[in-house]
């Protein structure tokens, strides 16, 4: 049985698959040291109770009592390589310089690819060993986090995909990474509207693009870009929107440029989520979170209320575009229902 999660304990900073059993170490910690006298037998009472030994109860203790917070406990960070992960390794001080200089002289939303070839070639002219695109790429993850809104196209819209580091556990005994689609303001890194699902059961995409049209902002700029392969309801989406006279939308086909990723656009991270690429192929590794003793799966409203405080998180950082809502055109919302009932049309037809 998983442990309530307690008002009292702020779990900020703590990875989500961490914060059951993080919370369950601190109730019995502060059960022991509560105690007026507490022995050695009592610490190993305890220690028992949480399937660790007494030394290691005595480093949780020590941790609690030092710092009084969930995100200081031992194990409560590290986080879960569900999918390939791009980590932040030391590199040569004069090598760091290089990939600075080159991110700043190629843009934070450069192609990726371009600013690898940049480094490598001066790296090779310093005599200094190239870094891998796995060395730059968080770099350059943390760059576009800090990047100027300037550095993104004006006021358009995004819609697309991202992958979560949050295992979740089916009702049926499946587990999947949380899946999410998001529509982002790129200008200033606003998320609008999102949905959660997972690979499997991907969450859906004319909901959020409905939800989106309807953000004041975006009803009067219509300039929604919307990145999906083929087979992620792109057809019926693209079919729906011409149906309901939806100006304002490109639908982008292929590898999308830096700055029409959702991931490149959050840069790597959604509040305290770490979000990835979507792959179709199934590279994620999820039996580290079956064996691991501090780690376990969330189940399908869990998940949801983590991305809700990531995003709620990340928007907090991240004001509206306009300080006052601009008012919708008289005909936004029979658009928004004329979407609807088209999507629904193509549903039938097929």
């Known amino acids: ?5 307690s008002k009292e304990v702020d779990l900020t900073g703590v990875h989500p698959v961490k914060r059951a059993e993080t919370l369950r170490r601190i109730e019995v910690v502060k059960a022991f040291i509560s105690l007026s006298r507490p022995t050695k037998a009592e610490g190993e009472r305890h220690a028992k109770s949480l399937g660790i030994g007494y030394n290691q109860f005595l480093v949780l203790v ?3 009592m030092e710092h009084g917070r969930a995100s200081a406990m031992p194990g409560a960070k590290k986080r879960m390589r569900l999918f390939h992960e791009h980590q932040l390794r030391r590199l040569d001080p004069a090598i760091e310089e290089i990939i600075a200089d080159v991110i700043e002289e190629k843009g934070a939303f450069g192609r990726l690819t371009v600013i690898l070839d940049a480094v490598r070639h001066r790296c090779e002219e310093a005599g200094l060993k190239p870094p891998t695109m796995q060395g730059l790429r968080p770099r350059l993850d943390e760059a576009r986090r800090r990047a100027p809104s300037s550095d993104l196209d004006g006021r358009a819209v995004l819609i697309g995909r991202a992958l979560t580091d949050v295992p ?10 949380a899946l999410l689609v998001l529509s982002i303001q790129a200008s200033t890194r606003r998320v609008l509207a999102y949905g959660v699902g997972s690979p499997s059961r991907p ?15 975006v009803a009067v700029q ?9 087979g992620f309801e792109r057809d019926r989406l693209m079919v729906a929107a011409r149906a309901a006279g939806l100006d304002g939308v490109t639908w982008l086909s292929g590898t999308p440029a830096p700055h029409d990723s959702v991931y490149a ?3 790597g991270r959604l509040g305290d989520v770490r979000v990835g690429e979507f792959q179709q192929r199934r590279n994620w590794k999820l039996q580290p979170v079956l064996n691991a003793r501090t780690a376990s799966p969330l ?32 005909g936004d919302v029979n658009m928004i229902e004329r979407l609807r009932d088209a999507f629904e049309a193509t549903a039938t037809r097929s």
Do not use: C, F, Q
Not at 1 to 5: D, G, I, N, V, Y
Not at 203 to 217: C, H, N, R, S, W
Not at 316 to 326: G, K, R, T, Y
């Open 299 to 330: 189940s399908e409203g869990e998940v949801e209320a983590v991305i809700a405080a990531a995003v709620a998180e990340h928007n907090a950082s991240h004001p509206p575009l306009d300080a006052e809502p601009v008012p919708a055109a008289p």
């Open 62 to 64: 020590r941790a609690w």
């Open 203 to 217: 969450p859906e995409v004319a909901a959020v693009l409905m939800e989106t049209v309807k953000y004041p902002v």
């Open 168 to 177: 979740v556990l089916h009702n049926d005994g499946v587990m999947e990474p």
């Open 265 to 267: 656009v959050l840069g």
């Open 1 to 5: 049985m998983k442990a309530k999660m």
């Open 222 to 230: 219509r300039d929604i870009r919307v990145s999906l392969p083929p």
